[in-house]
């Protein structure tokens, strides 16, 4: 296991999964597979999330959008990768998903992370941008525009569209790449 790997296993052990499902979905935590956490949308599978969080390779002091924090999960786990010297902003579009969100994070007790409401035809965090690190948990129709401009140089952005994960870099320079893997399905970005 390399560095990165045993960072996310000790993360997902730190912030289990149960803890951020509706009390009916708690017995099916250990199910690999994505559970429903109300208004149509899912706390993703975590073998996904998992892969996502190697991709993105959160490291300790860096600043992070999490776009569709849905339950707070991937928002805690990013919590625990970035540590107190980071920041985790989370923004979900539905308000009584954002509560359930802080009320779900209350117990993880991390200061440095916070879920706020979307603002309605704002994408991510713009007034709140530059990002080391963007996780996007609900897929795209094509690369927005709009998200890789919230990435800071020598950034990262992990981003499902249509159907595989692209992996968005932006270099030193400014100039940005983006590779596509895998094959995965997510709930659509809005
Ligand atoms: C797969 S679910 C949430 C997974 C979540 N990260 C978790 O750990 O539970 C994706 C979420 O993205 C939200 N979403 C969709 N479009 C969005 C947008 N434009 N801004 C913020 N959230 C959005 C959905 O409401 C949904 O809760």
Redesign the pocket.
Known sequence: MNQIDERIQAAFAAVPREK?LPRKQRRHAGENRPLL?G?E????QPTTVRQMLQMLDPRTGHRVL?????????SALLGHLVGPTGVVYG????PE?ADMARRNLTAAAQHWVSVHQ?EIGV?GAPSQAPFDRILV??EATSLPAALVDQLDRRARMVIPVSGRLSVVERDEAGSVAVRRVGHYS?????
């Open positions: 951020f956490i208004h949308q899912t706390n993703s999490d776009v569709g924090s849905g339950s707070g999960w991937t923004v979900e579009l539905i998903l979307a994408l948990s609900a997510f709930v659509p970005l809005k």
